[in-house]
């Protein structure tokens, strides 16, 4: 059974950082491709960040130079750190999982930027 698990959400301040993270069980985590979407109320989900099995990275061009995905495949576990947020980072933040017999997704975890 797959299973993703986000954590790491919360209420923060404009200007500060949370990070993120996302176990995964049930899958063979080392050949999957992972990701961050995110999905603001109103909106389409979105992609925020990719990291392939190999390491390489992808950015949306609104969190580029402020959120860095990273992996650890001995843990099973994708980060991503998410500084200088804003209110327009508000949103569900959920991880993926893709592989060619997988595309899973975690439950979400609520993001909230505010003073």
């Known amino acids: 059974q797959v299973q993703l698990v986000e954590s790491g959400g919360g209420l923060v301040q404009p200007g500060g950082s949370l990070r993120l993270s996302c176990a995964a069980s049930?899958?063979?985590?080392?050949?999957?491709?992972m990701a961050w979407y995110r999905q603001a109320p109103g909106k389409q989900r979105e992609l925020v960040a990719r990291?392939?099995?190999?390491?390489?990275?992808v950015y949306a061009d609104s969190v580029k130079g402020r959120f860095t995905i990273s992996r650890d495949n001995a843990k099973n576990t994708v980060y991503q750190q998410m500084n200088s947020l804003n209110p327009e980072d508000k949103a569900v933040y959920y991880c993926?999982?893709?592989?060619?017999?997988?595309?899973?997704w975690g439950q979400g975890t609520q993001v909230t930027v505010s003073s």
């Open positions: 993926n999982a893709v592989s060619i017999r997988t595309n899973a």
């Open positions: 049930g899958i063979r985590f080392a050949i999957n491709a």
């Open positions: 990291i392939s099995t190999g390491g390489s990275t």
